[in-house]
């Protein structure tokens, strides 16, 4: 079984719509983060958690908002979807206190905004 | 801001042939990630550099980290197709909030052709 599980893996929306992607994982680490890929840009922070009551902003946040449900549990809403959003999304996770800052990321989610 | 840049952004290499990727970042910081993403795939972590003038080798890939240039280089030796992929550097560094995330490279799209 797949470490970190993120669903829905592809979602066509309408503009407007509200969606939520969801990101778990069972590899006991309490740092998780989203990420969103465009072609040509690599990826870019949205959002990030050091713990369940921990929530800091990346550098595109605008659009978006999280919740923390759990150590392992971190969502990703949008609340008014617009075609600009339509990215490939990543959760990833990693331990703190580990010597590294090792990420590791879940399988992506496809997000089309019509 | 932390700006993290690779190059080239794409390359096209003949099966056999070496060749050397270079990630080039803004602040200091000595510890630096690489990644592999298939086409439609999440991020693989290749190798992990803690210090200057730390290398890692795994088969054809050899990576390695001068903190002093602020550089680190992805060398391919004896390209085969299997290593067709983008390749994605990262570097850890403090964000404005005084916490540690990863800024990630753009990305190099590298074909290897028979």
């Known amino acids: 079984d797949a470490d970190v599980t993120q669903t829905p893996r592809n979602r066509i929306t309408k503009t407007g719509k509200r969606i939520m992607l969801e990101c778990s994982q069972t590899?006991?680490?309490?740092?998780m983060y989203w990420y969103r890929q465009d072609p040509g840009l690599g990826l870019r922070l949205i959002y990030y958690?050091?713990?369940?009551?921990?929530?800091n902003k990346g550098e595109i946040s605008d659009g978006y908002s999280v919740s923390r449900q759990a150590q392992a549990k971190f969502s990703l809403s949008l609340e008014s979807a617009i075609p600009n959003q339509t990215a490939l999304y990543f959760c990833?996770?990693?331990?703190?206190?580990?010597?590294?800052?090792?990420?590791?990321f879940g399988p992506g989610t496809r997000l089309t905004v019509l | 801001e932390l700006k993290v840049e690779q190059n080239p952004l794409f390359l096209s290499m003949q099966e056999g042939k070496n060749y050397t990727i270079y990630c080039n970042y803004s602040?200091?910081?000595?510890?630096l990630y690489w990644y592999r993403q298939d086409p439609g795939k999440s991020l693989e972590s290749l190798f992990v550099?803690?210090?200057?003038?730390a290398v890692k080798q795994e088969g054809r890939l050899m990576a390695s980290l001068d903190t002093k240039a602020r550089l680190s280089t992805l060398h391919i030796t004896a390209a085969v197709h299997d290593l067709s992929a983008t390749y994605f550097c990262?570097?850890?560094?403090?964000?404005?909030?005084?916490?540690?995330?990863?800024?990630f490279g753009t990305g190099t799209r590298l074909t290897i052709i028979p």
């Open positions: 602040t200091t910081s000595d510890r």
């Open positions: 550099l803690l210090s200057n003038g």
């Open positions: 990262a570097v850890d560094a403090l964000s404005n909030f005084g916490n540690e995330k990863l800024t």
């Open positions: 590899k006991g680490h309490d740092r």
């Open positions: 990833a996770t990693s331990q703190t206190g580990a010597l590294v800052d090792e990420q590791f």
């Open positions: 958690s050091f713990d369940v009551k921990d929530i």
